[in-house]
């Protein structure tokens, strides 16, 4: 069964760090672009961070200069560095990605189950 899983989330204090990470696992023979994006209380979810299959990345401006994304196709992992974290991150975090399985020989989105990040003021 393919899927993705979401770790790393926790509670932390303002201006701490956090690293998430997202690992695919299953039948997959390969994964493109994938995204991490939050959701908080009352909010609609949105796009935090993007990478492409070739390591191209895009920010939302709110985490511009304090947030990372990263992959490591040997792992089918991809990561979010977080630093300097504010109170107004907190939020569940959601990974997003497009792959190939085998199941599907095709391309399509999967969503992880997410994981909460909590920034104490």
């Known amino acids: 069964q393919v899927q993705l899983v979401e770790s790393g989330g926790g509670l932390v204090q303002a201006g701490g760090s956090l690293r998430l990470s997202c690992a695919a696992s299953g039948s997959i023979f390969s994964i493109n672009a994938v995204g991490w994006y939050r959701q908080a209380p009352g909010k609609q979810r949105e796009l935090v961070a993007g990478i492409t299959g070739d390591g191209r990345t895009n920010y939302a401006d709110s985490v511009k200069g304090r947030f990372t994304i990263s992959r490591d196709n040997a792992k089918k992992t991809v990561y979010l560095q977080m630093n300097s974290l504010k109170p107004e991150d907190t939020a569940v975090y959601y990974c997003?990605?497009?792959?190939?399985?085998?199941?599907?020989?095709?391309?399509?989105?999967?969503w992880g189950q997410g994981t909460q990040v909590t920034v104490s003021s």
């Open positions: 997003y990605a497009d792959l190939f399985t085998l199941a599907t020989k095709g391309w399509v989105g999967y």
